[in-house]
């Protein structure tokens, strides 16, 4: 008797624990979290097309993808999983040619200012 209500009681704890992550209890500490490369719209605005790689590199940062298949490929990702509220995911891909970008596709595009050449 005495050893199934320990079983039915570390079996109750064990699914109280377990559920302790769908109630949002008053004062638990959540952290948001942060992945990939951080991607700004001035540094797409940065982005011409001929510059060479070492110049995205220097605008960009260190690409969080180089295919070994397609090395004229760079992809930059960031997501963020903030403690309340919702995921965001945001992607850009750059193409070279001949070590010189081409275009660049993903989430961002260029500004206004930034096409015009105004700044």
Request: with cysteine.
């Amino acid at each position: 008797m005495q050893k199934s209500l320990f079983r039915l009681l570390a079996l109750a704890g064990l699914l109280t624990l377990g559920g302790c992550q769908y109630f949002q209890f008053p004062g638990v500490h959540k952290i948001n979290i942060q992945q990939g490369n951080i991607v700004t719209q001035d540094m797409v605005d940065q982005l011409k097309p001929g510059m060479t790689r070492r110049q995205v590199r220097f605008v960009m940062g260190t690409p969080l993808v180089q295919d070994t298949f397609s090395p004229d490929r760079w992809d930059y990702f960031y997501s963020m999983v903030p403690a309340r509220g919702e995921p965001t995911k945001e992607r850009i891909s750059i193409y070279f040619k001949d070590d010189k970008l081409t275009h660049f596709t993903g989430d961002f595009a260029p500004s206004a200012s930034a096409t015009t050449g105004a700044q």
